[in-house]
């Protein structure tokens, strides 16, 4: 298999080392990986910033495979947009559409929000080991308002073959409803793997396979098209 580059993008509150697990088994593998930390706690940084950062990582890095997880899911189509990518990867991952902000997107897909009473371990990493889920939350990391209030910028979905991995176990964006979001909004079938919402950190093995079988072609490259219009 031909070396790739995994360009790794994490969500709310998280950091490059959500991916720690993956990017070993990655690199395990042959290939180059960049996990970014996003500016999240900078008050002057939107959305554009996140790419830019990423964007900036990669350097003039090829052969990227783009994965966004989570609220990344707003990020990674817009590094797309910038560089030239072999394909896009959403991992329970939001999935924007042209002119909406992250913080209309949960009344817009018609998300239900977990029990706030539930906790995090509960809601995000009930399938974690616990020593790496009480590690995650002692990094979070708190996200500044910019990026939830700004429209996403683009017009429509960036022109590259696009997949969206989902958790069948995920009590944060139940697996029920987000086939129906995928669906709708991109216009193909999720591919499942068992597990909850960081399964980066409960399945990374899993995972890594389905990114590898993705940056070699493998599954029938599916790309958008609801979220195109």
């Given at each position: 298999?031909?070396?790739?580059?995994?360009v790794?993008?994490?969500?709310?509150?998280?950091?490059?080392?959500?991916?720690?697990?993956?990017?070993?088994?990655?690199?395990?593998?042959?290939?180059?990986?960049?996990?970014?930390?996003?500016?999240?706690?900078?008050?002057?940084?939107?959305?554009?910033?996140?790419?830019d950062?990423?964007?900036?990582?990669?350097?003039?890095?090829?052969?990227?495979?783009?994965?966004?997880?989570?609220?990344?899911?707003?990020?990674a189509?817009l590094?797309?947009?910038?560089?030239?990518?072999?394909?896009?990867?959403?991992?329970?991952?939001?999935?924007?559409?042209?002119?909406?902000?992250?913080?209309e997107?949960?009344?817009?897909?018609?998300?239900?929000?977990?029990?706030?009473?539930?906790?995090?371990?509960?809601?995000?990493?009930?399938?974690?080991?616990?020593?790496?889920?009480?590690?995650?939350?002692?990094?979070?990391?708190?996200?500044?308002?910019?990026?939830?209030?700004?429209?996403?910028?683009?017009?429509a979905?960036?022109?590259?073959?696009?997949?969206?991995?989902?958790?069948?176990?995920?009590?944060?964006?139940?697996?029920?409803?987000?086939?129906?979001?995928?669906?709708?909004?991109?216009?193909i079938?999720?591919?499942?793997?068992?597990?909850?919402?960081?399964?980066?950190?409960?399945?990374?093995?899993?995972?890594?396979?389905?990114?590898?079988?993705y940056?070699?072609?493998?599954?029938?490259?599916?790309?958008?098209?609801?979220?195109r219009?």
């Amino acid at each position: 298999m031909s070396r790739s580059t995994f360009v790794l993008i994490h969500g709310g509150g998280g950091s490059a080392w959500d991916w720690h697990l993956v990017e070993v088994e990655l690199r395990d593998r042959g290939h180059d990986v960049v996990a970014v930390d996003l500016p999240s706690e900078d008050p002057t940084a939107g959305l554009e910033e996140y790419a830019d950062t990423v964007v900036a990582a990669i350097g003039d890095r090829t052969d990227l495979v783009v994965v966004g997880h989570s609220f990344g899911g707003f990020t990674a189509p817009l590094v797309c947009d910038l560089v030239q990518a072999d394909v896009l990867v959403l991992v329970a991952a939001m999935i924007p559409a042209p002119g909406e902000r992250p913080q209309e997107w949960w009344a817009n897909t018609g998300h239900r929000m977990p029990d706030p009473g539930a906790g995090p371990i509960a809601t995000f990493l009930h399938d974690v080991p616990p020593a790496l889920a009480n590690e995650m939350i002692a990094r979070e990391r708190d996200t500044a308002d910019a990026p939830m209030e700004e429209p996403w910028p683009l017009h429509a979905w960036p022109d590259v073959p696009t997949r969206f991995v989902l958790p069948r176990d995920d009590r944060c964006f139940s697996a029920d409803w987000m086939r129906g979001v995928v669906l709708e909004r991109l216009g193909i079938v999720p591919d499942e793997i068992d597990g909850g919402h960081c399964v980066m950190l409960s399945r990374p093995r899993e995972l890594a396979d389905l990114l590898e079988g993705y940056a070699a072609g493998e599954g029938g490259r599916a790309e958008g098209a609801a979220a195109r219009a």
